[in-house]
């Protein structure tokens, strides 16, 4: 069973790869084209010399046009086979648009490449510049040229998620993400602009020039170009019904399956306490649960990400398959003992019982606590404590005590708020924070560093302003660390506040915990200043932290003995700007 799960976990990485490098080939070719357009700019010479002549150049050889083929229909194949084994067509707004543009482009796109690629293949027919502006700036202009406008825009932003979602979590992706984005409105508006003006330029040259609109216009009815030209029009109008046929057909076969589904024998689930339901064989019990209307909680939409759809099976877990690599995986990490499995990856062959662990009526009915609008992002977490309160308070009025506690509070929220973080808890005299948490992970960790330099600074000057009323200076400690995490707000009576839930802030209290076995004040992972784009203090040590309760994770970190060690240069360029 373990060599059977290896295989279907290649297989699907396989098939992220194939549908990932295909999609990357399709878009290098929009850009190309895009570039190629926006060498209008400098007339219908330009783009016909430079545009046709150069960038688009490899694309018109043989391998490029079959290897341009072939990245199409593969991705256009695993689209429709990922829309196939959907179990329902719930997702978030942005996939839905991805699927939507993506169904839509081969319908836009066949007219433009019959009449070009298969024109020029078999019919010898002008594929320049001059015949494709002629026919969509002065033939039809209503029909041709607007169909191809919108066929540059849904085939960028179909592109241009699917690149989003590969890259969102990346460090290196967010410090650049909106010049990627300038680039990616700036590449379909200049290639806009400049077939407009190559198309002013083929207009002008048309009335002007003798002989043009002969050599490069419409042919003439009743002519063999005319006759091939029509057969074209009839060939690409088949391919789109074939082509709409074959997405009613996908659909079609979702539609029988639902009703098979519904009709025929299913597995009945009893959900301990409350109901029973039957649910089509090879869904998920997660998918069950949504199939029949049952709230069921799943923060990561039903990926293996959290734990929050386990279920403990009560009976006929002895006819279940055994958990998958990452099932196990998932379970293993969080400790989970026998008989728990989640429901988003368990597909139940026979009748069972089944018990959700984290109820989705707890929230409401128990405590009033919700966890609201989650989602999972990069983040940075800072850890500030206070040490030896215990020491501060001894031979002091509690409300001394307080004073000088409220003081390092106040000093320590100020810095974070300052630079744009959000503080998640005070416990005591530690206090947790987050950044980034608007979904710039650059941003975010460049904050955290420079609100950690702040904090230093100001607590430092609170030790002077304090020096009458303390016997020894206030020491504390901080950790910074940059990681995934799921965001949201927990709401109470009410009341929400902004929290995250991962290991990102357990390794951050780890790492602020070791800085007085290090003898240190501050450690930052180097995972925070990759991800802020700066570069540590030269004085600064290297070092390695065991994290406990992360399977013995390892995680590279740099000790900082001296604020001025955090930082060469306090104004070196970061996300944020300058550090001081």
């Known amino acids: 069973m373990e060599t059977q799960d290896h295989a279907a976990e290649w297989s699907s990485r396989l098939e992220r790869f194939t549908r990932l490098a295909t999609g990357l080939l399709l878009m290098g070719f929009a850009g190309s084209h895009f570039l190629s357009h926006a060498t209008g700019l400098f007339g219908l010479e330009g783009i016909e010399r430079f545009g046709r002549g150069v960038i688009m150049a490899p694309w018109r050889t043989g391998p490029g046009r079959w290897l341009l083929l072939a990245a199409l229909l593969i991705h256009l194949g695993l689209g429709l086979i990922a829309l196939l084994r959907r179990r329902h067509l719930r997702m978030p707004a942005v996939q839905a648009v991805q699927y939507g543009l993506g169904l839509l482009i081969p319908l836009l796109i066949l007219p433009h490449a019959v009449n070009v690629r298969l024109g020029y293949s078999f019919y010898s027919l002008d594929d320049s510049y001059y015949r494709i502006l002629y026919q969509y700036w002065i033939s039809s202009p209503a029909a041709g040229l607007t169909r191809q406008f919108f066929l540059m825009l849904a085939l960028w932003t179909h592109g241009c998620i699917g690149i989003h979602m590969w890259l969102r979590y990346r460090p290196s992706y967010r410090k650049f993400n909106k010049t990627l984005l300038g680039l990616a409105i700036a590449a379909p508006v200049l290639g806009m602009f400049g077939i407009m003006n190559a198309g002013w330029d083929e207009k002008l040259r048309s009335v002007t020039e003798p002989g043009f609109a002969a050599l490069h216009g419409a042919p003439h009815p009743g002519t063999v170009p005319a006759a091939r030209l029509a057969s074209l029009v009839s060939l690409s109008d088949q391919w789109r019904v074939a082509y709409l046929a074959l997405i009613g057909a996908v659909f079609a076969t979702r539609g029988l399956r ?69 099932e196990r995986a998932t379970l293993e990490r969080v400790g989970a003992p026998e008989g728990v499995r989640l429901a988003c990856q368990t597909r139940p062959l026979a009748h069972l019982t089944v018990e959700p662990l984290v109820p989705a009526s707890v929230a409401g009915d128990a405590q009033g606590v919700a966890f609201e609008h989650g989602g999972e992002m990069l983040i940075t977490a800072m850890f500030v404590d206070l040490r030896d309160s215990t020491r501060l308070a001894a031979g002091r009025l509690p409300f001394d005590t307080l004073f000088i506690v409220n003081r390092f509070i106040k000093a320590v929220t100020g810095g974070i ?64 660390h940059t990681g995934l995490a799921v965001v949201g707000a927990i709401a109470s009576s009410g009341r929400s506040s902004l929290q995250f839930l991962g290991d990102t802030g357990n390794v951050a209290q780890r790492l602020e915990a070791a800085t007085k076995d290090r003898g240190c004040v501050m450690i930052a992972s180097n995972a925070a200043f990759a991800a802020a784009g700066l570069n540590p203090g030269v004085a600064s040590e290297h070092s390695t932290i065991v994290v406990r309760g992360l399977e013995g994770a390892e995680i590279s970190v740099r000790l900082f003995r001296e604020r001025e060690s955090v930082l060469d240069d306090p104004h070196q360029p970061g996300p944020v700007g300058a550090i001081g």
Not at 278 to 299: C, K, Q
Not at 419 to 443: I, K, P, R
Request: proline share 5%; hydrophobic share 40%.
């Open 417 to 480: 708020e300052a630079h744009g973080g959000y503080v998640t808890s005070v416990a005591g005299d530690g206090v947790m924070s987050a950044f980034g948490v608007n979904g710039n992970g650059a941003e975010g960790a460049s904050g955290a560093i420079a609100a950690a330099l702040d904090i230093w600074k100001a607590l430092e000057r609170l030790n002077y302003e304090l020096e009458p009323e303390l016997k020894f200076p206030l020491r504390f400690g901080i950790g910074v």
């Open 258 to 326: 639902q009703w098979r589904a519904r009709r025929g024998a299913g597995v009945q689930i009893r959900y301990l306490g409350t109901k029973t339901v039957t649910a089509p064989r090879g869904f998920s019990i997660l998918e069950a649960s949504i199939f029949n209307h049952i709230p069921h909680v799943s923060l990561c939409g039903g990926k293996a990400r959290c734990t929050t759809c386990r279920v403990r099976v009560v009976d006929g877990g002895e006819q279940l398959p055994p958990p998958n690599a990452i």
